[in-house]
């Protein structure tokens, strides 16, 4: 059971290319999310989502795109990366959206925009 | 909107001393609160949690307990070692289920 596998762990960026940071988790959880983790700030939600095909908006979406085709995969779009985006990024997951439970949490992404 | 305060740090402590690392909250309703533990270069793992009012969290030697009247939930140890250098985060889920928010996060370094 390998849980909450994201990748790639490491990835610098120039100003304005884009990528895509991968999450997958395979314990068939309805609630997936995406943090990212800076300095003194704590976690920060991006996107969330509550089950295949439905996402929304966090505390700070602007610069990322997600997508839910599958109840599996959460993959996290930066369009045009900026240095503003240098951060760690977390998958996370939970059984139940309506639920107690806490969130399993990926390895991070380090990723470096120059 | 809901809110989780934490002190600050980092914390430096010896070996074997006492631990507690405070945490308040700000939320309607009856939250979930739970505390979790970032080793270096590790994604965040969950230590201990309680789901209502006066349940006390325990894992690996940490405890918490929910208090509504203070709407607090202080991590304590009674005897910290080395391998527990880490950063601690606080956090709270709302009554619905679907609202998470994190606290900045506590440093904490154990020396030999």
């Known amino acids: 059971n390998a849980g909450v596998t994201q990748t790639p762990k490491f990835q610098v960026l120039k100003t304005g290319q884009s990528m895509t940071l991968q999450c997958a988790q395979d314990m068939n959880h309805e609630y997936m999310s995406w943090y990212r983790q800076d300095p003194g700030m704590g976690l920060r939600l991006i996107h969330y989502s509550v089950g295949a095909g439905i996402t929304d908006q966090g505390e700070v979406p602007n610069g990322y795109n997600v997508s839910r085709s599958t109840t599996e995969d959460f993959p996290l779009r930066l369009l045009s990366a900026a240095p503003s985006q240098t951060s760690v990024y977390f998958c996370?997951?939970?059984?139940?959206?309506?639920?107690?439970?806490?969130?399993?949490f990926g390895d991070g992404t380090r990723l470096s925009i120059l | 909107g809901d809110s989780v305060t934490q002190m600050e740090g980092p914390v430096t402590l010896s070996e074997e001393a006492f631990l507690t690392i405070n945490c308040t909250y700000t939320a309607t309703g009856y939250p979930s609160l739970f505390w979790y533990v970032q080793y270096p270069g590790e994604g965040l793992q969950l230590l201990l949690k309680?789901?209502?009012?006066?349940d006390k969290g325990s894992n690996k030697g940490f405890e918490a307990t929910y208090r509504k009247e203070t709407t607090s939930f202080h991590l304590e140890k009674g005897s910290v070692q080395v391998s527990d250098s880490a950063v601690y985060f606080c956090a709270l889920s709302d009554q619905n289920g679907q609202n998470f928010v994190f606290g900045p996060g506590t440093r904490l370094s154990v020396l030999p």
């Open positions: 309680a789901t209502k009012a006066d």
């Open positions: 996370a997951s939970k059984g139940q959206v309506h639920s107690n439970q806490p969130q399993h």
